[in-house]
């Protein structure tokens, strides 16, 4: 019985003791015909209690003769009040006959019947089973468990942030899952023990909705226990938006891969409902890593691209979402170069496994870059390049892959960590073969500052690098000890006050040197995904650290190391533009930075020294949205996002000129593109 049912049983006992009294009472009051209507409540709720229990335990449960018992006895004790008080019908014995009878009820009601858990899971993405499926496997296996799979719709939204196209993905389980269809699982009616979901958006994923009946509100109004496992895994870090999602709200739970995972979630949800268990996705991949499965017939493995897929490396292509909206026209060209290079081999298949939700975020997000994409996609298909893997079991073709090729934010990379396989991290700004001295820009891609001294130089793979005479002849310095294989770690170094000072990218924490003896000061740790800062300013005073996904400006002091963290610059200066995360200009004005915004005409001067801010407007009617500033005395020459208009400005006077007259062979160039 489940516990819910046998709560209700409990209850009804327990409410019979009380009804035998109000009996008993009845009864010497001599309101008789009050007494007997009770009486046949009793037997009433004894005859359901009876029919529930035969329902759910069979009709060979011991509770049920007991239940009997109870029902002869009252029947007795009615006809003996009907006949006049006869054969020694009483207040007092009636109501010790019922309760002794009552306890025995008692007894078998918590002895003789067991308890049931009824658990629901309910995914919405085939592909995203697997987050749960290690949890369903437990439960199913538990004798004393009633475990349900229901995948639920969900709708793909349209621009207008309302529901698009129905999707329903149930039918796309693996044969060994049985579901139930979602119209014939009540969760108001059944009030399972447990709920498990996967996606915590509820109505905030600008890309898809699941059906607002399964809102995370929704369900907890039915359950007491809302348990929600993460659809994604993770090597390290998570993204911000992960922070707080509505679900957390509502959920019981909140399953995390380990403790250390803790700090990237908001700090007002406590600490009880998290529960570092690890991934079910983890047992998935292990598991079938050490028995691998055959491959999906969807594949269409036969002819040349049997052989491919048998005799020549199988390299797992991912494409992710942050990726594409990283740089959308960036990333369709890697495309094709990856495209490009696989086809025809015979020692390497290519199996290109696209994001889940890749078509629907490129209908929603970067609708005008779709028709490319499609056709990308329908040649690699017809031109038989590789093997287009739109399964959702993520698990099997990890198993049967030998190498990851593709974006870094993804958590796949986890996933291929996790079974020891090899990861090949692109960059998708190369899309031509390397030619003989590619490797040099890659390496050092220089960062000149523009203030005469450019003696240092971080390399990509983290090493300082050196110029004595300052003439951009270069020679290694020193390893700059990070631990870490991502490049771009540090942006930039200097010599300031007889130390150097290495300037973090995407650390999260500045480099002090001397005597090649390295010191870390460490920043508040707020985020965990790539490009925390994005450039940097100082002078003999202070270092400042201009954010990107950093939520703050960061000033260092050069004389006391103290930190300043300064709100609201960050979210100011960068901007999403047409889609796209962007930077707005930066300037040194007297003593003042100034920060422009990418989107429109406005900008912030903050005072170097107290931090004080003030906001000015350009007033400009052609410029909205400047990505460089230039110093010229009291002027500002602001560098546009958008468009060909350079406009000087005096935010002392007001003075403005706008000069659209450019050479009609000149290109408006945005960095880092």
């Known amino acids: 019985m489940r516990r819910v049912q046998k709560k209700q049983a409990e209850e009804f006992v327990a409410l ?38 035969e329902k759910t335990e069979g009709e060979d449960c011991k509770t049920i003769p007991v239940l009997e018992r109870y029902c002869e006895l009252i029947y007795q004790i009615h006809e003996g009040i009907a006949g006049g008080r006869g054969q020694g019908v009483s207040g007092n014995n009636a109501y010790k006959s019922l309760h002794r009878q009552q306890i025995q009820i008692e007894n078998s009601v918590r002895s003789d019947i067991s308890l049931r858990r009824e658990i629901v899971f309910f995914p919405y993405k085939a592909s995203m089973l697997y987050s749960l499926e290690s949890i369903w496997k437990a439960e199913d296996e538990d004798p004393e468990c009633d475990a349900y799979v229901v995948p639920i719709p969900y709708y793909d939204k349209n621009q207008d942030g309302s529901l698009g196209a129905y999707h329903y993905e149930g039918n796309s389980l693996p044969v060994n899952v049985p579901i139930m269809h979602y119209d014939s699982y009540s969760f108001e009616e059944r009030r399972p023990d447990a709920i498990f979901i996967h996606t915590p958006y509820d109505y905030a994923n600008y890309v898809t909705s699941i059906d607002p009946r399964f809102y995370s509100a929704e369900l907890k109004k039915y359950t007491e226990c809302l348990v ?71 594949w269409k493995l036969d002819g040349e691209r049997l052989e491919q897929f048998e005799n020549g490396k199988v390299y797992f292509y991912n494409t992710s979402i942050n990726g594409m909206l990283g740089n959308t026209e960036v990333f369709l060209k890697k495309m094709r170069y990856v495209f490009d290079i696989f086809k025809g081999r015979d020692d390497a298949c290519l199996l290109w496994r696209p994001h889940p939700l890749l078509e629907s975020t490129f209908n929603t997000m970067r609708s005008a870059y779709k028709p490319q994409f499609d056709a990308l996609k329908k040649e690699f298909v017809e031109s038989n390049t590789g093997i287009l893997d739109e399964t959702p079991d993520i698990e099997t073709a990890i198993a049967l892959s030998d190498v990851y090729i593709g974006d870094s934010g993804s958590s796949v990379t986890s996933l291929f960590g996790i079974a020891g396989k090899p990861l090949f991290i692109f960059n998708n700004n190369i899309n031509t073969l390397p030619e003989a001295d590619d490797w040099r820009g890659e390496k050092i891609n220089p960062r000149f500052n523009g203030w005469g001294d450019d003696r240092y130089q971080v390399t990509l793979n983290n090493e300082l690098w050196f110029s004595e005479n300052n003439d951009y002849h270069y020679k290694f310095y020193m390893d700059l000890e990070t631990g870490c294989s991502e490049g771009r770690y540090y942006m930039a170094a200097a010599e300031i006050k007889g130390k150097i000072y290495v300037f973090p990218a995407n650390a999260r ?102 931090l004080k801010a003030r906001s000015l407007s350009s007033n400009t009617k052609c410029n909205l949205g400047t990505q460089g500033i230039i110093t010229e005395k009291d002027n500002l020459w602001l560098l546009p996002l958008n468009g060909m208009t350079l406009t000087c400005w005096n935010p002392k006077t007001g003075y403005l000129r706008e000069y659209d007259d450019v050479p009609e062979k000149f290109k408006s160039i945005r960095w880092p593109y």
């Open 16 to 53: 019979l003791e009380q009804v035998h009294k109000e009996i008993k009472k009845y009864l010497e009051a001599g309101n008789d015909a009050i007494a007997m209507d009770l009486l046949v409540q009793c037997q009433e709720g004894a005859l359901e209690l009876g029919n529930l229990i």
């Open 228 to 298: 929600y496992v993460p659809y994604y895994v993770t090597a390290g870090g998570m993204s911000e938006g992960q922070a707080w999602c509505p679900a957390y709200a509502n959920a019981d739970y909140i399953v995390i891969q380990s403790d250390k995972y803790r700090k990237f979630f908001d700090k007002s949800i406590p600490d009880e409902k998290f529960l570092p268990l690890g991934s079910p996705k983890f047992d998935s991949v292990i598991h079938k890593c050490q028995n691998p499965p055959k491959p999906p017939e969807k």
């Open 509 to 610: 924490h500045l480099l002090i040197i001397e005597n090649k003896k390295i010191r870390r000061i460490e920043l508040k740790e707020l985020i965990a995904q790539r490009g925390a800062f994005y450039s940097y300013w100082y002078n003999k005073k202070y270092i400042f650290l201009f954010p990107f996904n950093y939520p703050y400006l960061v000033r260092f002091s050069l004389d006391t190391e103290d930190i300043c963290y300064m709100e609201g610059i960050a979210q100011f200066n960068i901007r999403m533009v047409d889609g796209e995360r962007c930077a707005g200009g930066i300037g040194v004005y007297g003593n003042e930075l100034v920060f422009a915004s990418p989107a429109d005409n406005q900008f912030v001067f903050v005072d170097i020294d107290t």
